[in-house]
């Protein structure tokens, strides 16, 4: 995490355990999150959002779909 970061990029992390669904606390933490980062502080403008499951489980599009409300 330390390389991007020198970069400017933001690095959180959200882990939930393999094969289980994030709890209510962790989507809520997501979705604050999502919201800062594209409306609260600059509207959008430069903002981008990645989504990275170490794994490769599937755990990552659990989080972009509960962006889509």
Known sequence: ??????????????????????????????????????YSQNKGDGVAIGIHCVAGLGRAPVFGSDCAH
């Open 1 to 38: 995490a330390r390389v991007v970061e020198d970069k400017g990029i933001v690095c959180v992390d959200l882990a939930y355990a393999d094969g289980t669904t994030p709890s209510k606390e962790l989507v809520a933490k997501w979705l604050k999150l999502v919201d800062d980062a594209l």
